[in-house]
Nanobody, 126 residues
Framework: QVQLVESGGGLVQAGGSLRLSCVAS????????VGWFRQAPGKERETVAA????????YYRDSVKGRFTISRDNAKNTVYLQMNSVDPEETAVYYC???????????????????WGQGTQVTVSS
């Protein structure tokens, strides 16, 4: 059973950058598809980006395309989310999640993932 720990959140000014990390333990990480999600107070959890187990295929929600990059280093059991040109509207708790799979596909919905981290707060000031 994989365990996930996010880090890299914090306070950043609008237009700035952050890199989030999701470190996995307890499983063969290269067999897991991974997603990044966020949830702001009073709002539903939404998918930010996702990546397949090899890192070849990715997905981004429209609002982050061209600004955010998801990547993974299976040798380090880590998935990253590079966030550039952030906006105050993107203030939220960011979560990573993983799904064991034999399919080389990207999973884009939160309910498709069974393993979740505890989240890391990202606050974007205006």
């Amino acid at each position: 059973q994989v365990q996930l720990v996010e880090s890299g959140g914090g306070l950043v000014q609008a237009g700035g950058s952050l890199r989030l990390s999701c470190v996995a333990s307890g499983g063969s990480f290269s067999r897991y598809a991974v997603g990044w999600f966020r949830q702001a107070p009073g709002k539903e959890r939404e998918t930010v980006a996702a990546i397949n187990f090899s890192g070849v295929n990715t997905y981004y929600r429209d609002s982050v395309k061209g600004r955010f990059t998801i990547s993974r280093d299976n040798a380090k059991n880590t998935v990253y989310l590079q966030m550039n040109s952030v906006d105050p509207e993107e203030t939220a708790v960011y979560y990573c999640a993983a799904r064991l799979t034999v399919l080389s596909v990207v999973f884009t919905r939160p309910d498709e993932y069974g393993h979740w981290g505890q989240g890391t707060q990202v606050t974007v000031s205006s």
